[in-house]
């Protein structure tokens, strides 16, 4: 079986913004540095395997498609035109990577606050 190898708009794109960081943050809404400690911390629970037919989406591009739709509110309908990724396939990465980034991220930046806290 021959792997199908997808070569859409991400695949130029994400290294030619990252040599422009203004670019990068307002397509973004964040630093590359930002992204890529969000990526570093994220990519053990968003990476897919490969399967017998084709690579899979990056974790790279999981991220990004998540961002876009959180940062935009622009409909899967929009996304998968610009990432060339079906619909569907849109809906699950958001829903999966949004339950990722909560799970990861709960505790680490929206600890529980204190009795302290509040009286502070």
Not at 20 to 43: A, H, Q, V
Not at 61 to 77: K, Q
Not at 92 to 120: A, F, G, R, Y
């Amino acid at each position: 079986m021959r792997i199908v190898k997808k070569i859409g708009q991400f695949t130029t794109f994400f290294e030619n913004i990252r040599q422009y960081p203004d670019k990068f943050f307002e397509y973004y809404r964040m630093w590359i540095s930002s992204f890529d400690e969000l990526l570093k911390t994220l990519r053990p629970h968003i990476t897919k395997n490969t399967t017998e037919f084709r690579n899979p989406i990056s974790a790279e591009e999981r991220l990004t498609i998540t961002l876009r739709y959180l940062s935009t509110g622009t409909c899967f309908a929009v996304l998968k035109f610009d990432f060339c990724v079906g619909r569907i396939t849109i809906g699950v990465i958001v829903k999966d990577t949004c339950k990722v980034i909560w799970s990861t991220l709960n505790s680490k930046e929206m600890p529980k606050p204190t009795k302290e806290d509040w009286e502070q």
